[in-house]
């Protein structure tokens, strides 16, 4: 959980010192960037269930800590992902209610498969009119600050990149997906450990299945060429000298790794804290960690 350099996910990590070290070290924000060295050294199918820390901010669905299911599988692709995705969600519903059906907030989320495949890039066109591939981003900002009230024009200015196809993302598209729903084939700006399209080079093959509009597990094709992650990792580095604080930092030791050969691979997040409000029927995080991150109360 201590690592010299964080990644695996766009998050801002937090710091700490090792004293006998000398040095800083980081609580990770993600268990990817290692599960897949142990894939490059031979272990064809690896998992952790584990914490990570992501030093950001608050909400019903967000906790600083939290608890992951991360998995890899080589010679398997985001395909193979979903297909585990079908089966083990649905079975676990299955066991706990004895049918395909649960009741989350007032409404009926079915688990019956098979689960819509939504294109990311189709997704937005059909709600915005927006083509993120070839749109300005003047007017993907345009279009943030005319259709989302609680953001000022200067916080539109500071995004870029993938962050701004994102955020353009969550406003149009993450209220509607109540059912269980694949959204797949992200831009690349948006994935940089997924593998390019097989077909369509503009987007990778990644997918993110949401659920009673959040988002519950995100998966890839995992990016294996050593020459293209370092070119998508340079471009994170170049987002973050343009603002973006949660952007990767370029890894040379994974790299070196990829240099040495991963397989084709495939890889899955699936986060247990939310999947856990989803069964309990809960609005907030907070009900289903047994200490979540609160504010300290105020002395006197």
Same mark, same amino acid.
Do not use: C
């Given at each position: ?115 819509? $495949?939504?294109? @990311?890039? /189709?997704? !937005? #066109?059909? +709600?915005?009119?927006? =083509?993120?591939? *070839?749109? %300005?981003?003047? &007017? ?89 992650? $370092?070119?998508? @990792?340079? /471009?994170? !580095? #170049?987002? +973050?000298?343009?603002? =973006?604080?949660? *952007?990767? %930092?370029?890894? &040379? ?48």
């Amino acid at each position: 959980m201590l690592q010299p350099l964080y990644g695996g996910a766009s998050a801002r990590p937090f710091v700490t010192h090792h004293n006998a070290l000398d040095t800083d070290l980081y609580l990770r924000i993600a268990d990817e960037l290692y599960l897949k060295r142990l894939i490059v050294g031979g272990y064809e199918r690896v998992y952790e269930i584990g914490h990570d820390f992501r030093n950001e901010g608050m909400d019903r669905s967000h906790n600083p800590e939290f608890t992951m299911l991360e998995f890899y599988q080589a010679y398997a692709d985001y395909t193979d992902m979903m297909a585990i995705m079908e089966a083990m969600l649905p079975g676990v519903v299955r066991h706990l209610t004895g049918g395909t059906t649960i009741g989350y907030q007032g409404e009926t989320i079915d688990f019956k498969t098979p689960w819509p $495949r939504l294109k @990311f890039v /189709d997704a !937005v #066109r059909e +709600r915005t009119g927006l =083509d993120l591939l *070839s749109a %300005p981003e003047a &007017e993907l900002r345009r279009y943030l600050v005319t259709h989302d009230p609680e953001l000022g024009r200067e916080q539109a200015e500071a995004l870029s990149g993938g962050r701004l196809m994102d955020e353009v993302f969550k406003l149009a598209v993450e209220p509607t997906l109540v059912q269980p729903t694949f959204v797949i084939d992200h831009p690349v700006a948006l994935s940089p450990l997924a593998k390019k399209h097989r077909t369509d080079p503009g987007v990778v093959e990644r997918f993110e299945l949401f659920i009673a509009t959040r988002e519950l597990a995100n998966a890839f094709s995992e990016l294996n060429d050593p020459d293209d992650q $370092r070119a998508r @990792f340079e /471009d994170q !580095v #170049r987002q +973050r000298a343009q603002g =973006d604080d949660e *952007s990767q %930092p370029l890894d &040379e030791d994974y790299i070196r790794a990829l240099e040495y050969g991963m397989p084709p691979t495939g890889g899955l997040g699936l986060g247990i804290d939310r999947l856990v409000m989803l069964l309990t029927d809960q609005a907030s995080i907070r009900d289903v960690i047994l200490f979540p991150a609160l504010r300290p109360e105020r002395e006197g």
